[in-house]
C-alpha cells in the first residue's frame, strides 16, 4: 500500500508537467507573437480561441465524465498564471465561461450537467457570468433583473453590464429576482442558464483602460423567454448560493493572474536593469533599484504561496473563502505595485507602447476590482478570521 501512494502523486505531478509544458508551448507559439498588434488594436483573439478549444482549454475544469479534463483548481490556477504572463485578456476568456461551468456542475441538476457541460467543455457553447448592473456590482441582493414564472417558462427583464466574452459568448449564468419582495432579499434571488435567442440583446461594447482584446459588454432582457428546466438546480432561492460557489473559484482565478502580471513585470525589470546602463553601470546594480527588485520578486513568491494554499483548500472541498479572498487580496495588490514598479524602473520606456510594462500597468487594477473588490476581501477576511477564533 504505501508504495502506492507516491506512485499516485507521482503520475499526478507527471500529467500536470506535461499540461503546463503543452500551455507553455501554445503560449509561445501562438500567443506571445501577436499580443502587441492584438492588445493594441483591441482585437478579439480569434484563432487563439480555437488553439485554446484544441487544447482543452474551455474543459480545463469540467469533470472527465462530462467531456473536460478534470483539473485540479491547483493545476488550473498554474495554467492561469501562464497565460496571464504573456496576455492577460485571453485568461479572461476561459475564466468567467469556466465559473458557469463549475456553477454548473457544483449545482445544477443532472439533467443540466448532461446537456450544457459536453458543450462548454468543447468550447462550442462558450460564455460567463452575468450578475453585475449598472445599479450595482458589490451589493448583488439588490439587482433589478426578474424572472417572472409564466406556465412552463419564465420571462426576464433587465440589463446586466460589465459582462465578460458578452459579444462573442452566447450562454451566461444569469442572476436575477425571481421574488423581489423577498425577505432576506437573497431568497427571492435565483439563477439560469440563458442561450441568447429572442429578447436577449447586447446593447454595447464598454470601452475600457486595459483588458483589451476580450469583449466587455451590457446585455439586455426584454420579455426574454427562457425554459423553467434552465433554472439552475432546478429550484428558486438560489441563486446567491451559486454565484458565491462560483466566485470562490473566480477569486482564486483572479489571483492567479495577479501573479502572473506582478510575475511578468518582474521578469521585464529583472531583464531592463541588466541591460541599462546609468552612471557607468547597469541600474540593478544602483541600490535603490535593487531593492525594487527584491521587494518585487519576495511580493510575488508570496502571493504564488497564497494561491497555492487556497487552490489546494478549494481542493479539498473546503469553504475557502477566507484562503481564496487572502490570496485574491494580496496577489493582486502585488500586481499593481509590481506593474508600477516595473514602469519606474523602465525610467521613460516605462511608458512607451512599445514595451510591455504599460499593458501591464493598464491591466493590473481590473483585478482589484473583479471578482469582489479588494475592499470586499478585507470584509470577508475579517469576518472569517473572528469566526474561526471566537473567545
Ligand atoms: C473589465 C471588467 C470586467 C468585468 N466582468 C464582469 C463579468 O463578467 N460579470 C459580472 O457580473 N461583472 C463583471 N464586472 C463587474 C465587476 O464585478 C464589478 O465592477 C465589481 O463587482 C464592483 O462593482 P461596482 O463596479 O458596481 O462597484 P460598487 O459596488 O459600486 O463599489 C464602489 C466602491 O465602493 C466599495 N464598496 C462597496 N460596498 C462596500 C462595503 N460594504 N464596504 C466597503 N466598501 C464598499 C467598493 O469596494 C468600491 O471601491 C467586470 C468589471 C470590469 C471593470
Known sequence: MS???????????????????SVDRFLDRHVRPHVMRLEHGDIYPEEIVERMKELGLFGAI???????????????????ERISSV????????????????????????????????????????????????DCGTDLQAI???????????????????????????????????????????K??????????????????????????????ELVFNDYRIPASRLIGGVEGHGMACAIS????????????????????????????QQRKTFGKPICEHQAIAMKLAD?????????????????????????????????LFATETAVENSLEAMRIHGGYGYSKEFPVERLYRDAPLLVIGEGTNEIQRIVIAKRLIERNRI
Not at 506512485?7 to 499526478?12: E, T
Not at 443532472?110 to 459536453?118: G, S, T, V
Not at 429572442?198 to 454595447?204: A, K, L, T
Open 3 to 21: 508504495a502506492s501512494k507516491p506512485k499516485i502523486a507521482d503520475d499526478l505531478a507527471e500529467s500536470e508537467r506535461i499540461i503546463l509544458e
Open 62 to 80: 469540467i469533470p472527465t465524465e462530462y467531456g473536460g479534463l478534470g483539473l485540479s483548481a491547483t493545476t488550473y490556477a498554474k495554467i492561469i
Open 87 to 134: 496576455w492577460m485578456s485571453i485568461s479572461g476568456i476561459i475564466n468567467s465561461h469556466l465559473i458557469m461551468a463549475h456553477i454548473v456542475a457544483k449545482m445544477g441538476t443532472e439533467e443540466q450537467r448532461r446537456e450544457f457541460l459536453p458543450r462548454f467543455a468543447t468550447g462550442e457553447l462558450r460564455g460567463g457570468l452575468a450578475l453585475t448592473e449598472p
Open 144 to 186: 433589478r433583473t426578474t424572472a417572472v414564472r409564466n406556465g412552463d417558462h419564465y420571462v426576464v427583464n433587465g440589463t446586466k453590464t460589465w459582462i465578460s466574452n458578452g459579444i462573442k459568448g452566447s450562454c451566461f449564468a444569469l442572476l436575477v429576482k425571481t421574488d423581489p419582495s423577498a425577505q432576506p432579499r437573497h
Open 188 to 217: 427571492g434571488m435565483s439563477m439560469f442558464l440563458a442561450v441568447k435567442g429572442e429578447g436577449f440583446s447586447v446593447s454595447r461594447k464598454l470601452e475600457k483602460l486595459g483588458y483589451k482584446g476580450i469583449d466587455s459588454a
Open 246 to 273: 462560483g466566485l470562490e473559484l473566480g477569486r482564486i482565478n483572479v489571483a492567479a493572474r495577479g501573479v502572473g502580471i506582478a510575475q511578468a513585470a518582474l521578469d521585464e525589470a529583472v531583464r531592463y536593469s
Open 296 to 328: 518585487m520578486a519576495t511580493r510575488t513568491a508570496a502571493s504564488r504561496l497564497l494561491v497555492r494554499q487556497a487552490a489546494e483548500a478549494f481542493d479539498r472541498g473546503e469553504r475557502c473563502d477566507y484562503e481564496a479572498g487572502m490570496a485574491k
